[in-house]
């Protein structure tokens, strides 16, 4: 190997690996953090929202032990204050293949009508709002085994989308892969 190849590859390494490090490094987009209660062992798994693509939305993850086996949490952040009710529909065309689904409402929450706005978390100080949908792990799987992804958010009268990237250094799907793998584990 010639010096000029041989410093590329060394130089490529490392920054490959400072890239890989944003996704173990706290507050960095798509950190996973883990926590275990020490009351009762109940177990939680989150992953910190990351850009999808260029547009104005974020994706992130949560999983608890009190949840159904196969049930995740797509946490959707959209920048500004925005009102997401029972019809803001999160919608996924991954490899031409169409999903959709509605808000995740916790049981025992209730609307008190059907035409009742749910901002479930609005920071003023960051300026996103906050959705959260339910999905299975089979989906999370198609999530980061897929060739395309374009995530888009209804809202009413209006729209937000954006794709996620997956030919980069490092790219959404080693964050949703390593979810993944970490929950299957439990």
């Not at 950190?31 to 104005?56: A, H, L, W």
């Not at 992804?149 to 729209?159: A, K």
Request: proline share 6%; net charge positive; charged share 20%.
């Amino acid at each position: 190997m010639t010096p000029s190849k041989a410093f590329f590859t060394v130089v490529s390494v490392f920054v490959a690996l400072i890239f890989v490090g944003c996704y173990t490094t706290p507050g960095y987009y798509g950190y996973i953090s883990e926590t275990v209660s020490k009351i009762d062992n109940t177990r939680q798994i989150s992953m910190k929202p990351f850009p999808v693509g260029d547009s104005p939305l974020k994706l992130g993850m949560y999983k608890s032990s009190t949840m159904p086996k196969d049930m995740v949490l797509l946490v959707v952040q959209l920048q500004g204050a925005h009102n997401f009710d029972k019809g803001s529909l999160l919608r996924f065309n991954i490899d031409a293949t169409p999903y959709s689904f509605p808000p995740y409402q916790a049981p025992g929450l209730r609307r008190s009508s059907p035409d009742d706005i749910n901002v479930l978390v609005y920071d003023a100080t960051s300026h996103w709002s906050t959705e959260r949908y339910a999905v299975t792990m089979d989906f999370i799987r198609n999530l980061y085994t897929a060739h395309g992804t374009v995530v888009r958010v209804d809202l009413g009268n209006e729209f937000y989308e954006g794709s996620l990237f997956y030919h980069s250094a490092v790219s959404d799907r080693t964050a949703i892969k390593s979810f993944h793998d970490r929950v299957m584990k439990w």
